[in-house]
């Protein structure tokens, strides 16, 4: 069973950096593809970066190209988002999720999912 957890969310200002965390407390995380999403008030879900299950493809959106890396550690059931030169923009609540298939951009393509954490970018 997966069950995902969020942390490393804050208050910073533009041009800061944050590392997400999302650990996993289940026994088969090695076997996932993980992602990570972001939603802001009033705005659907977004795709944000994606992994493949053994770490070698890494996968972004547009808008954070250059400046979000998504990585994992399997040996600790935890995938991680460091992002740079944060934005007013990035301002969300981001959620980590994990896929039995490939790191798609579609969020229905997730089977289990975090509760969020929620990041603020000042400008």
């Known amino acids: 069973q997966v069950q995902l957890l969020e942390s490393g969310g804050g208050l910073v200002q533009a041009g800061d950096s944050l590392r997400l965390s999302c650990a996993d407390s289940?026994?088969?995380?090695?076997?996932?593809?993980m992602g990570w999403f972001r939603q802001a008030p009033g705005k659907e879900r977004e795709f944000v970066a994606g992994?493949?299950?053994?770490?070698?493809?890494?996968y972004y959106a547009d808008a954070v190209k250059g400046r979000f890396t998504i990585s994992r550690d399997n040996a600790k059931n935890t995938v991680y988002l460091q992002m740079n030169s944060l934005k007013p923009e990035d301002t969300a609540v981001y959620y980590c999720?994990?896929?039995?298939?490939?790191?798609?951009?579609?969020?229905?393509?997730?089977?289990?999912w975090g509760q969020g954490t929620q990041v603020t970018v000042s400008s």
């Open positions: 992994i493949t299950r053994g770490g070698i493809g890494t």
């Open positions: 999720a994990a896929s039995l298939k490939l790191p798609s951009r579609y969020s229905f393509e997730y089977n289990y």
């Open positions: 289940g026994r088969t995380f090695s076997s996932n593809a």
